[in-house]
């Protein structure tokens, strides 16, 4: 094969995947009523639609909101009172906010679902109030449910916000402190041993939350979206990982790692994760339904199935549903799903910024406050740090959450009061949606109604379409690929001839994923964008199987690669 061929088809497709370790509001149900002096919204659109329009909606080209860095500690202050008479009461500046961003979401939808994206949900909050909510799409293409203000969609990474607060409580009852040693829970070094012995005595729960570790960024990942590895095979095999930065230095984004600190947090107080944290944090804050797993997630009768889209060998847009990952794996990572109406009610906790909701102390302010410190820059720009489970820019407070088969994200403003989260069942499309609606979002508030960032983002986020190359060399007979290949670190992956097609399996992943002769000896697997090629025939059997989506982070022994072994099972 063609290696430029080869590595264009490559960059192509982990593009795909790069981009691809983020709901409705309903006044009868909410626990947050509307101000009176607030224009409240809401908006769906799928099978039935219905909206309240906004009165006395205000035009302006001056900015509506400006936003105060979060250093400064302050709002903006009230402009001196003039002596004239008023001629009447001044219209709200949320107000035609409100509207633009109501009209954008609403448009911008539309345009992402023609392009893959089946349903989604977005809440806007102004100072504790909701004042726009837009539930959106379908939940499931096969039955065609709407989705409404209680669907449940995956959280991914923002999974990490809650759990950060849940040690949070943690330290408030004097059962953990933020610089206990991660081996003071995992003190078995048949479980749990880091190849850097200096990193291995002295990791702590604070370098966990904050991805401090030394641990490569996104190792860990194939493990846990592709080959669906337990999390004791994961937590063993970091004793083969080699340390990319020293412990304490370096933010590197590694799901792994920060689950440490929510598993700690559950053996210290001899629970599940998931248990405590629903009994201490998710029902506290009247997030009742929110669950912990996928199997609650699932059988949820109000869920939203995720999926995956990508484009077939004949250049057709496939929307598949998602065999979802080990989430379950990395619980405090990424494993819990919520619906919007109760982001409502996260925002509005996080936001109030007193430790309290409905009256009631959940955790102390200091603690709270705690998880949203930056304690280590995100990149060689200054711009953004990162807390406790928390990115911390200049202005804002947010996190994402990412998987291949949705987005979430959820972001805020504490010096102007405004928030809001955005839930979607697609990841391409879930993705370039939500980054528009959010960059909307900021350049409303800084007073630029005109800008639209759908084009950007759909070209920046859509699924790559790679022709196979011209003229390519046969794969011989099929029957030489089939059988089991091992890989020390990863596990197996195992090749079976099905109806004259090649299918391949993932380690404990039961999701098929076909391959498609590309050229010569290598197969793409269009729906994870792999490439898988085979080497060294042998008695009418290839020895060695390598894929593009297992990447090498070991150090020893030399062959934990990407490369794997066959067999002698069938």
Aim: some cysteine; aromatic content about 10%; overall charge negative.
């Amino acid at each position: 094969m063609d290696n430029k061929v080869l590595a264009g088809l490559v960059l192509g497709f982990l593009l795909m995947v790069v981009v691809a370790g983020v709901l409705v509001f309903n006044p009868l149900k909410s626990n947050t009523p509307l101000d009176n002096g607030m224009i409240g919204t809401v908006n769906q659109t799928g099978n039935n639609t219905t909206s309240t329009n906004n009165t006395g909606i205000l035009s302006s080209s001056a900015p509506l909101l400006n936003v105060v860095p979060l250093s400064s500690g302050t709002s903006q202050s009230s402009s001196s009172v003039s002596p004239s008479p008023s001629p009447g009461p001044t219209p709200d500046p949320m107000d035609n906010l409100i509207s633009l961003f109501d009209a954008y979401v609403t448009s911008t939808f539309l345009k992402a679902s023609n392009a893959g994206l089946p349903g989604a949900a977005v809440v806007l909050i102004y100072k504790g109030r909701i004042v726009s909510m837009n539930t959106l799409g379908v939940r499931d293409l096969e039955s065609g449910l709407p989705v409404t203000p209680d669907t449940l969609f995956l959280l991914a990474s923002v999974t990490k916000t809650f759990s950060a607060t849940n040690v949070a409580q943690q330290v408030d009852k004097g059962l953990m402190h933020w610089n206990d040693t991660v081996n003071m829970y995992f003190d078995n070094p048949n479980e749990f041993y880091l190849y850097d012995p200096n990193a291995n005595a002295n990791l702590t729960i604070a370098d966990c939350l904050k991805h401090t570790s030394g641990m490569p960024a996104a190792e860990g990942d194939p493990e846990a979206f592709t080959f669906n590895s337990s999390y004791s095979q994961m937590l063993y095999n970091l004793r083969f990982v080699l340390n990319t930065s020293s412990l304490g230095t370096t933010h590197q984004y590694n799901n792994v790692m920060y689950a440490l600190g929510g598993y700690s947090a559950a053996l210290a107080n001899s629970k599940s994760w998931g248990d405590l944290i629903k009994e201490e944090l998710l029902n506290s804050l009247g997030m009742n339904t929110a669950t912990t797993n996928l199997t609650d997630f699932l059988n949820s009768p109000n869920h939203a199935t995720h999926y995956i889209t990508y484009y077939d060998d004949n250049g057709s847009l496939i929307k598949q549903p998602s065999y979802p990952p080990a989430l379950d794996e990395i619980g405090p990572a990424g494993s819990m799903g919520a619906s919007i109406s109760q982001m409502v009610n996260w925002l509005n906790f996080q936001m109030a910024n007193t430790g309290m909701y409905n009256g009631k102390i959940i955790v102390s302010k200091e603690n709270l406050e705690a998880t949203r410190t930056g304690y280590v820059y995100t990149d060689d720009k200054n711009d953004t740090m990162y807390g406790y489970g928390w990115d911390i820019d200049k202005t804002h407070i947010s996190h994402a959450g990412t998987i291949p088969s949705s987005k979430a994200f959820i972001n805020f403003y504490p010096s102007s009061g405004i928030g809001i989260a955005i839930l979607t069942n697609e990841g391409s499309m879930g993705d370039a949606f939500r980054m528009s609606v959010y960059k909307k979002l900021l350049d409303l508030m800084n007073g630029d109604e005109n800008t639209d960032f759908w084009t950007v983002f759909h070209d920046t986020y859509k699924p790559i379409y790679e022709p196979a190359p011209d003229n390519p060399t046969g794969p011989g007979a099929l029957t030489n690929y089939e059988g089991v290949y091992l890989n020390d670190f990863y596990g197996n992956i195992t090749i079976q001839l099905e109806n004259n097609n090649l299918i391949s399996y993932y380690g404990n992943n039961k999701q098929p994923f076909n391959l498609t002769h590309w050229n010569d000896t290598t197969f793409v697997v269009r729906s994870n964008s792999d490439l898988l090629t085979f080497k060294d025939l042998e008695d009418n059997k290839y020895q060695q199987l390598i894929t593009y989506t297992a990447t090498d982070y070991t150090v020893n022994p030399a062959n934990m690669t990407n490369t794997f072994n066959r067999t002698n099972s069938t």
